[in-house]
């Protein structure tokens, strides 16, 4: 029996209905589960829910930036192995989409407003980085990871300790990541010129400002 390979409309048609999905869907998670479904609920003031709740919005949109980050560089990427890791890693980056929309709703929080913003500017600059080249899109990767290890071990600093549920959602997704920024430097993934680095730091806290209120 032959594969089936798809044309760039068909790719196109895909990622079209992922984002859909991504932003106004249900994720569909892969076979892990959500890692706090286990624990209980912690008690806190008012304050401290408010706070917690508005750092998971935004790894929560952090989350649907990965999405269309891997999903543009999918698209664009010129071997199928370098296609193959994007799409496998945008799999597992679904699972913590889904983890960070379920903390959200058990604190009675909104998702952004902003989200589709985001989705469309990360989808171009995945895009872009898969058209310089794999080597370079899978540098794009590791450097992306490398900022979300950072930034998640910012979050968990501020967390309650109490707060368990958050806590281990936020630790599987450190760990997840890191996994993710090995296999792309492992594979070939190149340094990034310092000022893409920087650029890519000063997006990240514009994001991070404008979607802990919006």
């Known amino acids: 029996m032959s594969t089936r390979r798809f044309t760039p409309i068909d790719h196109l048609l895909i990622n079209v209905d992922h984002a859909l999905r991504t932003l106004f869907g249900r994720p569909q998670t892969t076979e892990r589960p959500n890692p706090a479904t286990e624990l209980d609920e912690a008690e806190l003031t008012e304050e401290q829910r408010r706070h917690v709740a508005r750092l998971m919005r935004i790894n929560h949109t952090g989350e649907v930036c990965a999405q269309a980050l891997y999903q543009g560089q999918a698209l664009t990427a010129k071997l199928p192995d370098t296609r193959q890791r994007m799409e496998r890693s945008a799999r597992e980056e679904n699972d913590h989409l889904a983890w960070c929309a379920s903390r959200l709703e058990d ?66 997704m450190k760990a997840d990541e890191v996994h993710h920024a090995q296999i792309a430097h492992a594979a070939g993934g190149a340094e990034l010129p310092a000022p893409i680095r920087s650029a890519m730091r000063l997006t990240s806290k514009v994001m991070t400002r404008t979607v802990y209120w919006v």
């Open 107 to 172: 604190l009675g929080d909104r998702k952004s407003l902003l989200n589709p913003l985001w989705y469309a500017g990360s989808f171009a600059m995945g895009a872009a980085a898969g058209l310089a080249g794999d080597k370079w899109s899978l540098g794009f990767v590791v450097e992306t990871e490398r900022q979300v290890e950072n930034h998640l071990d910012e979050h968990l600093e501020q967390i309650p300790s109490a707060d368990q549920k958050t806590r281990t959602i936020l630790e599987q």
